[in-house]
């Protein structure tokens, strides 16, 4: 008798699959990478969380990794792009980029110049930046030069010497912030 037919493991295959439908059902982006789903009538595999029109539930088979639906002859997406990295890690990696250009900077970038380290409009940069850390890139600026004011007045001659120190271009500025 083969174990792959025996009734405590299709129960545990459809239980299975019935969690993953509901995830492709909710677009939930916690099941990308765990699992990928291929579409019968458009030959295509996506991941849990793509954009794209929910198929028909009878037309869905899932799949481990890519590779497995590629060997079973399915085309990645070209909306979800599952063999790509995904949207919010891509979110990740362009706000840490900025945060490394805000860290560096002697004079705190712009937002045109961070969003376009980032490669998004300025406008998008700073919702993406904000959902990514919980701030502004603004805040995030303040928060750092406050923290580089910090770590050096004990080394600093003076209070005035450990402000310029950290970026700030006058006294005044510094007491604002």
């Not at 982006?29 to 579409?39: E, I, K, N, Q």
């Not at 979110?91 to 900077?105: D, G, L, M, N, Q």
Request: charged share 25%; net charge positive; with cysteine.
């Amino acid at each position: 008798m083969d174990s792959l037919n025996t009734p405590q493991t299709r129960s545990t295959t459809d239980a299975d699959d019935a969690a993953k439908w509901q995830a492709v059902i909710a677009k939930d982006p916690s099941a990308d990478g765990r699992f990928y789903y291929s579409v019968k009538t458009t030959g295509v595999y996506c991941r849990p969380a793509c954009p794209s029109r929910r198929p028909l539930r009878k037309n869905v088979a899932f799949h481990a990794s890519p590779e497995a639906a590629e060997h079973a002859g399915y085309r990645p997406c070209k909306r979800c792009a599952p063999r790509e990295p995904s949207l919010a890690m891509r979110h990740v990696e362009a706000v840490t980029k900025a945060c490394r250009a805000i860290e560096c900077a002697e004079i705190p970038p712009t937002l045109d110049a961070l969003a376009r380290i980032a490669g998004m409009s300025r406008y998008h940069f700073h919702r993406v930046f904000r959902a990514v850390t919980g701030l502004t890139p603004k805040a995030y600026s303040a928060a750092w030069r406050a923290l580089r004011v910090r770590q050096s007045l004990p080394g600093a001659a003076s209070v005035t010497e450990a402000i310029y120190a950290a970026g700030y271009n006058s006294n005044g500025r510094f007491y604002a912030d």
